[in-house]
């Protein structure tokens, strides 16, 4: 599968994703700029995307634990996710991404 994240700069990069994965690993993965400071606990918020249409709405919505990090994150919009909690599956092949604002490490 494959999923699809553009940088703080805006250029677009096309990444193997492995279903089961946290999307935050697979772009730390392919060597994108992400800090993800806490590793995947839900912690830290810099790992901080937006999801582009039509993909929102096919992610599990966020537990109360994220939208509580995300309250604290940089320029929240409503498509703002962490990407460390997302799980990749089948059904998010082809899944669009932009690497939010204090993001880079
Ligand atoms: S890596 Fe820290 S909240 Fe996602």
Known sequence: MM??????????????????????????????????????????????????????DLLFPPTQEETDQLDGAFDVRDNSRLSCQIILDKNLDGLKVTLAPGTEP
């Open 3 to 56: 999923v699809y994240v553009t940088d703080q700069l805006g250029k677009e990069h096309a990444l193997e994703g492995l279903e089961g994965w946290r999307l935050m690993e697979v772009i730390r993965d392919h060597q994108l700029p992400i800090k993800a400071e806490c590793g995947g606990a839900c912690a830290c918020a810099t790992c901080h995307v937006y999801v582009e249409e039509p993909w929102c």
